[in-house]
């Protein structure tokens, strides 16, 4: 017993140094649960109000860009508005356009955001307060950014498309066949589509939009464009690049799709499995 | 006394916020990106007692994990430049080249030593730190190309900092 506390003590240096490494390690691999390391994460107060800070400052600079980008999506919109009202006039019985209410939008602004890490995260300046829960999708004026999967009182965050721990259910939007799109970590332009099988006809520049299966998104959301793809031989799937729509080097103002269902969804899905 | 530890907790505030507002949205190319909060632990007096170097490491760490959302990551790397640290400072110099209460800095050291302390040190934490984050030996150039290129850019910025700030 004594000659081991001596060893202990002769070599704490090296034992205290093991001690750390193996807590870093365990807040590593934890990690893959976001919720239980809730604090460690830039939705907390201290670190997002500085985030909350830098951005007040640094928008001011972006003022442009983003009045340019709520112009187009205003125009958008009101294209839509006007083809809704032709339909409004030819069918004045059929409300079943307004009164789908599945989602719900509501607009944030990205207080902090990376593109080179291999798991990135926006954080947003909307919170509990603002009515942000967990699970809600952020989508920008270009289309999918990422998922909430934090939410604290003045703040929430997760991870953006560029993130290796998150994955998207995506289809193409031609032929409706479905797969599940992920980052390889590389290049923050691009993203790789999965599980599309060799019989589908595929051209460059087909577009990639969100499935709606995954509940988080409504279906039809634009993701991006098929950039190159191939097959090896002995896979039974194509691989396809997939060029992002949306740019997460200069994205700033975002929405959040908050899907009023997604409880009774969920719910009606796990009696399947429970069978 | 006091007026050294105002001195080095200011350093962290600014080194932290530096790291976490300035220097992780740098993107050289993407992937290249420098990480001079380190500069603190290479800084810190050569007596301070190696438990206290440790507990500095991983907690440093562990506040620039909590700003970019990687819980542990930064902390094992820092960790580990903490732990090397002792061992590098012997291996460069011989017993009399380091006098009582000189902190280790390019002023006092000579360039040639610093540059040796700075790149031992620097290549080690970044190597580890990019290895962790990716988890994985797959890829291992790319990887290893990625770490190389922001120690160097790391090297550059703590020399400069050394000739801009800390002349005195």
Redesign the interface.
């Known amino acids: 017993m004594r000659s081991l506390l001596q060893f202990l003590a002769r070599f704490?240096?090296f034992f205290?140094?093991l001690a750390?490494?193996v807590?870093?390690?365990?807040?590593?691999?934890?990690?893959n649960n976001f919720q239980r390391?809730r604090f460690?994460?830039?939705s907390?107060q201290?670190?997002a109000s500085?985030?909350e800070m830098?951005s007040n400052l640094t928008s001011y600079f972006q003022l442009k860009r983003i009045n340019e980008e709520l112009a187009r999506e205003n125009a958008e919109l009101q294209t839509k508005l006007q083809k809704l009202q032709v339909l409004d006039i030819f069918s004045h019985a059929d409300t079943s356009v307004i009164s789908d209410t599945t989602y719900q939008f509501i607009p944030a602004r990205i207080i902090n955001n990376?593109?080179?890490?291999?798991?990135n995260?926006v954080t947003l300046n909307k919170g509990l307060l603002d009515g942000i829960e967990q699970d809600m999708g952020i989508i920008g004026p270009d289309g999918v950014v990422g998922v909430v999967t934090n939410v604290s009182k003045h703040y929430s965050?997760g991870p953006s498309i560029l993130n290796r721990r998150w994955r998207v259910s995506a289809k193409i939007k031609k032929n409706n066949y479905f797969g599940s799109l992920y980052w390889n970590?590389?290049?923050?332009q691009y993203a790789r589509l999965n599980e599309i099988p060799f019989h589908v006809e595929l051209a460059i520049g087909d577009t990639i939009v969100t499935s709606g299966y995954s509940s988080i998104f409504p279906e039809g959301i634009l993701i991006g464009v098929i950039d190159e793809f191939n097959h090896d031989s002995g896979a039974n799937f194509y691989q396809i690049n997939i060029r992002l729509s949306t740019n997460f080097?200069t994205i700033s103002h975002v929405e959040l799709v908050k899907n009023n269902f997604l409880e009774e969804q969920i719910n009606l899905e796990e009696q399947n499995t429970d069978d | 006394m006091i007026r050294d530890l105002l001195k080095y907790l200011i350093m962290l505030v600014v080194l932290v916020?530096l790291q976490?507002?300035i220097l992780?949205?740098i993107?050289f190319s993407?992937?290249?990106?420098p990480y001079l909060y380190v500069l603190f632990i290479l800084l810190l007096p050569f007596e301070t007692p190696?438990?206290l170097l440790?507990?500095m490491?991983?907690f440093l760490?562990?506040f620039i994990?909590?700003?970019?959302?990687?819980?542990?990551?930064h902390?094992?790397a820092t960790?580990?430049l903490a732990?090397l640290r002792p061992f590098a400072i012997d291996l460069i110099s011989s017993r009399d080249t380091i006098e009582v209460n000189t902190p280790p800095r390019l002023s006092f050291m000579g360039f040639g030593w610093f540059l040796r302390y700075t790149l031992m040190l620097v290549l080690a934490h970044h190597l580890f730190l990019f290895f962790?984050?990716?988890?994985t030996f797959e890829g291992f150039i790319?990887t290893l190309s990625r770490s190389l290129l922001s120690a160097a850019f790391t090297i550059v910025l703590v020399i400069i900092s050394q000739f801009l700030i800390f002349k005195e």
């Open positions: 704490h240096v205290l140094f750390l490494e807590i870093s390690l365990i807040l590593i691999v934890n990690y390391v460690l994460n830039s907390n201290l670190s500085v985030y830098s990376s593109v080179n890490k291999q798991h995260y965050s970590g590389n290049d923050p080097k | 916020l976490a507002l992780n949205n993107q993407g992937y290249v990106n190696r438990y440790l507990f490491g991983f760490g562990l994990d909590i700003f970019s959302n990687t819980p542990g990551i902390a094992s960790t580990f732990f962790v984050e990716v988890f790319y």
